[in-house]
């Protein structure tokens, strides 16, 4: 059997040999008849024309949140090469595009340090833009940055020619949505909110204000991004019924019917794509069993990720689903897991240890925040957007 691969050279604009090492085949994940055009035809591109002869904290693609199409700044990264405001090589109303998916540049983002590292798209008009956004954070959206930049070494290409094939090549369906779903897209991105500061740090003055006067535990309020609040003195033992904590698939084989069923794991809660999802056997001893309705929590990087679920499924290792008392929500439960304080609580018990986790006693012992019924019952910040827009753009 031959590994041969015939590829036509009639229209390849694009001469680096090194793309025919593994070619990928692209895929239309888009699930639709209409017809396909290129990206061009809604925006053009701007590249980065800022230079620092020090290098500076910036904002780079590993700092946007794959689940909310946000920004939460790290100063991880360093760079010399930006996207400058002077120049207007970037502008509110931009969409930085990244294989996390497509960040929004609003004003609260203005004047902030963006590597090059990201495809800067300028919409041709705002009401582009904003079906840019949604139709890039939609789950085949995502899907087809993911296949896009999988099929571009961005190591080795320049960032310029990285650019001209994302313009070039990216296609995307045709839709007319109407003033209605327009002003819901429009909605969403309002509801975003990125955690950035008002700049981003040069490395020789990386300090960070704490205050710790609320606080009973200085560890815990100096290793937060939120500052604590007063709570209410309940727990959240008195909304949650039960807690399912994920384990290990052991596909032990019963005695009785053989049932296959979904096996979630962090990385299918992270990202949102079916193809993340592998069938396991239910065994009679499974015990870590999530049905509709569950809030689930999944936890990678230290991080915690929230999916409201969709299926009946088996929970492995670093998943929780937590089911509400009767009368209570799992969008109520969203929203108290939304909070600055609950917030500030999971990034403690995330911190712990070589790998964070949660198990069921820290989950049922949060405190609900005094406030949290007056503030954001939307929160589009912790829920996948992806399953928004779903609902928007593919109905």
């Not at 961005?154 to 070039?168: A, G, P």
Request: with cysteine; hydrophobic share 40%.
């Amino acid at each position: 059997m031959s590994d041969i691969s015939l590829i036509s050279l009639h229209d390849l604009t694009n001469w680096d040999m090194r793309q025919f090492a593994s070619p990928i085949p692209k895929i239309n994940h888009w699930n639709t008849e209409t017809e396909l055009v290129s990206i061009g035809a809604l925006a053009s591109s701007r590249l980065a024309n800022g230079y620092s002869v020090e290098r500076i904290g910036c904002i780079s693609p590993a700092d946007v949140i794959a689940q909310s199409a946000s920004v939460e700044a790290s100063n991880r990264y360093l760079t010399q090469h930006y996207f400058d405001w002077s120049t207007e090589d970037i502008k509110v109303g931009d969409l930085l595009i990244s294989r996390a998916g497509a960040v929004y540049v609003d004003p609260t983002l203005q004047d902030l340090v963006f590597s090059n590292q990201f495809v800067l798209l300028r919409p041709l008009n705002p009401s582009d833009g904003f079906l840019l956004w949604a139709i890039l954070n939609s789950t085949p959206g995502k899907n087809s940055l993911v296949e896009f930049f999988n099929s571009t070494d961005s190591s080795d290409l320049s960032q310029v020619v990285v650019t001209k094939d994302f313009i070039r090549d990216f296609s995307l369906p045709k839709i007319n949505l109407d003033q209605n779903s327009l002003l819901s897209i429009e909605l969403l991105v309002k509801q975003i909110h990125h955690r950035v500061s008002n700049s981003i740090d040069r490395p020789s003055s990386w300090v960070s204000l704490k205050s710790l006067n609320l606080g009973d535990d200085w560890f815990r309020a100096i290793s937060s991004k939120v500052q604590p609040v007063k709570n209410s003195g309940k727990k959240l033992e008195e909304l949650i019924d039960t807690v399912i904590v994920g384990k290990t698939s052991r596909n032990v084989e019963n005695d009785g019917q053989i049932i296959y069923m979904p096996f979630v794991t962090p990385k299918y809660v992270v990202h949102g794509r079916k193809s993340d999802l592998r069938q396991e056997l239910l065994s009679e001893s499974a015990s870590a069993l999530s049905i509709s309705g569950d809030l689930i929590i999944a936890t990678s990087a230290k991080k915690a990720y929230f999916y409201l679920n969709d299926l009946d499924s088996i929970l492995g290792t670093g998943v929780v689903a937590i089911r509400p008392k009767p009368g209570v929500t799992a969008e109520k439960l969203l929203s108290i897991f939304a909070s600055a304080s609950v917030q500030l609580d999971l990034n403690y018990l995330l911190s712990r240890g070589i790998v964070g986790h949660l198990s069921k006693s820290d989950l049922m012992n949060l405190a609900i925040p005094l406030d949290w019924e007056t503030g954001d019952q939307t929160p589009a910040n912790i829920l996948m957007i992806r399953t928004q827009l779903d609902a928007l753009l593919w109905k």
